[in-house]
């Protein structure tokens, strides 16, 4: 009776995506800011392109695309007032600038650990107004699996320059918010927690709907296609008309659902960019425990 009433809603769900703006691109696995591998290959070497590897350095050093230059997550946060926190914008129009993007670059980015770090720099570059920038689904896999050239050399860079726009708020839940929504919840805002299960049984903030970050990908690390992401978050009643406001430890996996759900033409995004390390370490903040759960410190290095 489960299997019958899921196909119902999936059909329902289907019949529902199609009244939706871009119902066309309903198959397709990747969008305006989501690139397949064969795509992003045919772009290297181009005019004012520039393929950013956001592996740990002695992974790019190991191996990486033609060309690409080495950005790492630490390149674009700070560490206060917790961990991985957006940096500000000085220190991005300087790493931008010294690794040859300029304003009018076409940035290309991949990385090898589920689409996240890619999917942080997206929104970083976003976020400081940048929009002409696509990440590679499936990373590195991806691309050798499409026959990328990959190198140990290190390209020869010509420092350009980048001037950041004011940071988009828009783009940003600050703390004070989502207290808000956790004390008075509104039908309209889903609070969307991107960890796994296990994180989440240990403690959430009040009210949030769980959806672990790697359900945004199939099983060989690539994003699935816009009518799957569509389907598996309209079955949980995030629906494109609502506001989403996500969050991980640190979000940089929370980063990787709202590349997804930008992707798959859901606008009305948020990310809390303090998420559960800024909430948890204030003992005042409300907690949400599932019943009859027991709560044990998570040893996970999770982000």
Known sequence: MKTIARILLVIMLMSALMLLPGCSSQGKSSGDFIIGAKDALALIGKDKVVFVDMQKPEDYAKGHIKG???IVKDDIVINVPVDNMLAPK???EEVFGKNGISNDTTIIVYDNNKNMEAARFWWTAMVYGHENIKVVSGGINALKSAKAEVTTEVPAVAASVFKAKDKNTDMIAAINEVKD?????????VLLDTRTKE??????????VLLDFSENNYK???YKSIQDIKIQYMEKGIKPDKTVIMYCKTSIRAAQTYLALYNAGYRNLKLYDGAWLEWSANPNNPVQ???????????????
Not at 181 to 189: Q, R, T, V, W
Not at 200 to 208: C, R
Not at 289 to 303: I, L
């Open 68 to 70: 690409a230059v080495n």
């Open 90 to 92: 000085a220190k991005i």
């Open 181 to 189: 929504l956790a004390n008075d919840p509104n039908k309209g805002i």
């Open 199 to 208: 994180e989440f049984d240990q403690g959430t903030i009040p009210g949030s």
């Open 220 to 222: 060989d690390g690539t």
């Open 289 to 303: 425990m599932p019943e009859g759960s027991k709560v044990e410190a998570s040893q996970k290095d999770n982000s």
